[in-house]
């Protein structure tokens, strides 16, 4: 009779449930994860407009014939000269909104607004490259 009773139990089904628990976690850490790169991106849209702002301001007072801290003048010579003024204006540890632009005959005209890495990469010269083991 014991050897019935063995052949009739069965473990409980906790195979079943210990899955549904690991996808319920998974599915926890991805909208956890989404949730960090969506603020991430709207942190990073919020610091580009204001960032934009700034250097509005700052184009605001070149047309007004001020020469605000920050911005550099350079001589301008294509068809009819004039004066080129550049400056860059902070959007993140790593990113600038860098602006150029160009006073000929009274109107000024917009040549760069453009978001852009603070520094340059300086990638290295030579390459190791796997050489089959020789």
Known sequence: MDAKKQSRFS???VGGTSLL??????????????????????????DYYAAD??????????????????VTRH??????????????????EGQELRVEVVLR????????WQAAPVSEW???ESVDLWNGGE
């Not at 628990?21 to 942190?43: K, N, P």
């Not at 702002?53 to 801290?69: D, I, S, V």
């Not at 005959?105 to 760069?112: A, E, I, Q």
């Open 105 to 112: 005959d009274g109107d000024w005209t917009v040549l760069r």
């Open 75 to 92: 001589s301008y010579e294509p068809q009819a000269g004039g004066v080129r003024c550049s400056y860059a204006v902070p959007i993140s």
């Open 21 to 46: 628990v690991v996808f319920a976690l998974l599915s926890l850490a991805t909208v956890q994860a989404d949730r960090r790169l969506a603020d991430s991106a709207v942190q990073g849209v919020a």
């Open 53 to 70: 702002c700034k250097a509005q301001e700052t184009l605001a007072r070149l047309r007004n014939g001020e020469f605000p801290a920050g």
């Open 122 to 124: 300086g990638g290295s």
């Open 11 to 13: 473990p409980p089904a």
